[in-house]
């Protein structure tokens, strides 16, 4: 079993920033690729970003690209998001994720990740 603890969400105005964190404990992280996915009110969860096991290869949905980064310290346990030039669309429930799929051909589908969080709340006012 791995638990997931997201934090670091918050209000933020739009074109701010916000770091998501995102620490593991029960199983060595560095056996997970691991995940970001959000879910906005009404809407269905979506793939945000990903990275490999070993943190050398990274994944972002479109709308993401060049806004977000993500990143992993296995030492520490924890994942990060790091959000900038944020909009209110951005606004959502973000998740961290964690899966034993190797192949990155998965990475944004949402059935293929074990483990969840259960959180944290993004808003960002107009």
């Known amino acids: 079993q791995v638990q997931l603890v997201e934090s670091g969400g918050g209000l933020v105005q739009a074109g701010g920033s916000l770091r998501l964190s995102c620490v593991a404990s029960?199983?060595?992280?560095?056996?997970?690729?691991m995940g970001w996915f959000r879910q906005a009110p009404g809407k269905e969860r979506e793939f945000v970003a990903a990275?490999?096991?070993?943190?050398?290869?990274?994944y972002y949905t479109d709308s993401v690209k060049g806004r977000f980064s993500i990143s992993r310290d296995n030492a520490k346990s924890t994942v990060y998001l790091q959000m900038n030039s944020l909009n209110p669309e951005d606004t959502a429930v973000y998740y961290c994720?964690?899966?034993?799929?190797?192949?990155?051909?998965?990475?944004?589908?949402?059935?293929?990740?074990?483990?969840w969080g259960q959180g944290t709340q993004v808003t960002v006012s107009s």
């Open positions: 994720a964690a899966t034993t799929y190797i192949s990155s051909t998965y990475y944004s589908t949402e059935n293929v990740y074990a483990y």
């Open positions: 029960g199983r060595t992280m560095s056996n997970y690729a």
């Open positions: 990275i490999n096991r070993r943190g050398m290869s990274t």
